[in-house]
């Protein structure tokens, strides 16, 4: 029998089927262990508190006295100077301006996802969010008011924050008190949350990371990185000493040991949340790490005791900008605050 030449509409279809089973075999997708991811958890909605119950009057009043830059003397700072909430709870400096432009010590951490942190500052002073918020009003570097008696006294200047507190704390008699003014803030932080993708692929959503971001992950985790980075809040967890691996070689900052006094307590420091990391430079308890590159091969060298190459170094960025959640736009959104009275306190650049 003689050869018959192929139809050109059955070669055209063998083209067409070949073609797309090349084209569907594509990048292998990366694989993440199950079993590795149970280390962390998704971010909650909010972080309750029993010693201080969250309700609407309350965060209503703490987003006010956040915002409330007459709770300094010189009535030019409030929390959000410091911890701007539009940019990702920081004011991007490496210490802050505090009362008549003196400098803070260390860098001032986000207060996103704080709440959920074991202790609050980079040497744990204090247990909780709103044991926090009493530091800075008082510290004569920072906000630098003379009393609780100075602070209470410019709230019940002005009826609207009389009757804010009123509704935030109804069952007492006096309510406008340093004290609570330090719960009412504490209650607004603990909605300040930041769900990103990570989030969502810790739910089971497969899709919501890349190949890269991944194998970002996987890297992470081959690293070492999670020994003190894992948790709801990839840090916020646990103490660490900074320079485990290696010594560190700027030891001006004692970091914990200036609380109890112990050697032991020497460079330790809290560990940080890599939450939103990539939007929060510069970084470490000094702010002299401007770029999450240095930060990252800084950790691989004092911690891991590793020299990580270039390569690793970015596929690791490559997942911690997962970690890179949602400003919570409208919980943020500036309240207007009451007007001051003639009996107000003035500001004092003194």
């Given at each position: 029998m003689?050869?018959?030449?192929?139809?050109?509409?059955?070669?055209?279809s063998?083209?067409?089927?070949?073609?797309?089973?090349?084209?569907?075999c594509?990048?292998?997708?990366?694989?993440v262990?199950?079993?590795?991811?149970?280390?962390?958890a998704?971010?909650?909605?909010?972080v309750e508190?029993q010693?201080?119950?969250?309700?609407?009057a309350?965060?209503?009043?703490g987003?006010m006295?956040?915002?409330?830059s007459?709770?300094?003397?010189?009535?030019?700072?409030?929390?959000?100077?410091?911890?701007d909430?539009?940019?990702?709870?920081?004011?991007?400096?490496?210490?802050?301006d505090?009362?008549?432009?003196?400098?803070g010590t260390?860098?001032?951490?986000?207060?996103?996802?704080?709440?959920?942190?074991?202790?609050?500052?980079?040497?744990?002073?204090?247990p909780d969010?709103?044991?926090?918020?009493?530091?800075?009003?008082?510290?004569p570097?920072?906000?630098?008011?003379?009393?609780?008696?100075?602070?209470?006294?410019?709230?019940?200047s002005?009826?609207?924050?009389?009757?804010?507190?009123?509704?935030?704390?109804?069952?007492e008699?006096?309510?406008?008190?340093?004290?609570?003014?330090?719960?009412?803030?504490?209650?607004?932080?603990?909605?300040?949350?930041?769900?990103?993708?990570?989030d969502?692929?810790?739910?089971?959503?497969?899709?919501?990371?890349?190949?890269?971001?991944?194998?970002?992950?996987?890297?992470f985790?081959?690293?070492?990185?999670?020994?003190?980075?894992?948790?709801?809040?990839?840090?916020?967890?646990v103490?660490?000493?900074?320079?485990?691996?290696?010594?560190y070689?700027?030891?001006s900052?004692?970091?914990?040991?200036a609380?109890?006094?112990q050697?032991?307590d020497?460079?330790?420091?809290?560990?940080?949340?890599?939450?939103?990391?990539?939007?929060t430079?510069?970084?470490?308890?000094?702010?002299?790490?401007?770029?999450?590159?240095?930060?990252?091969k800084?950790?691989?060298?004092y911690?891991l005791g590793?020299?990580?190459?270039?390569?690793?170094?970015?596929?690791?960025?490559?997942?911690?900008k997962?970690?890179t959640?949602?400003?919570?736009?409208?919980?943020?959104?500036?309240?207007q605050?009451?007007?001051?009275?003639?009996?107000?306190?003035?500001?004092?650049?003194?």
């Amino acid at each position: 029998m003689r050869n018959r030449p192929v139809p050109i509409l059955i070669l055209i279809s063998f083209v067409l089927v070949a073609g797309v089973h090349l084209t569907s075999c594509g990048p292998k997708a990366v694989v993440v262990d199950p079993a590795q991811l149970r280390m962390f958890a998704p971010l909650p909605d909010a972080v309750e508190s029993q010693k201080n119950p969250v309700t609407e009057a309350k965060v209503n009043l703490g987003r006010m006295l956040y915002y409330e830059s007459r709770l300094s003397k010189n009535q030019d700072i409030s929390c959000n100077t410091c911890h701007d909430l539009a940019k990702y709870g920081v004011d991007g400096q490496p210490v802050s301006d505090g009362h008549k432009g003196q400098k803070g010590t260390r860098n001032a951490p986000t207060v996103y996802n704080a709440a959920g942190h074991f202790v609050q500052f980079w040497d744990g002073r204090a247990p909780d969010v709103e044991e926090q918020a009493k530091g800075p009003v008082m510290n004569p570097v920072e906000m630098a008011m003379s009393s609780d008696k100075a602070v209470v006294a410019v709230l019940k200047s002005m009826p609207e924050y009389v009757e804010a507190f009123k509704k935030a704390f109804p069952t007492e008699k006096d309510p406008v008190t340093f004290e609570n003014t330090a719960r009412a803030i504490g209650a607004f932080e603990r909605g300040l949350m930041t769900p990103s993708r990570w989030d969502k692929f810790l739910k089971g959503d497969q899709a919501a990371l890349s190949n890269a971001e991944k194998a970002g992950f996987n890297k992470f985790m081959e690293a070492g990185c999670q020994a003190c980075h894992a948790g709801t809040y990839l840090g916020g967890e646990v103490y660490q000493k900074l320079g485990l691996a290696k010594p560190y070689p700027d030891t001006s900052d004692s970091g914990r040991q200036a609380v109890t006094k112990q050697e032991s307590d020497r460079l330790v420091f809290k560990v940080p949340s890599l939450r939103n990391i990539d939007k929060t430079q510069p970084y470490f308890h000094t702010g002299k790490v401007a770029t999450l590159e240095e930060a990252v091969k800084e950790m691989a060298e004092y911690q891991l005791g590793k020299q990580m190459k270039d390569d690793e170094i970015a596929s690791i960025m490559t997942f911690l900008k997962t970690l890179t959640g949602e400003i919570p736009a409208e919980y943020i959104k500036p309240p207007q605050l009451p007007k001051s009275t003639a009996k107000t306190p003035k500001p004092s650049n003194t």
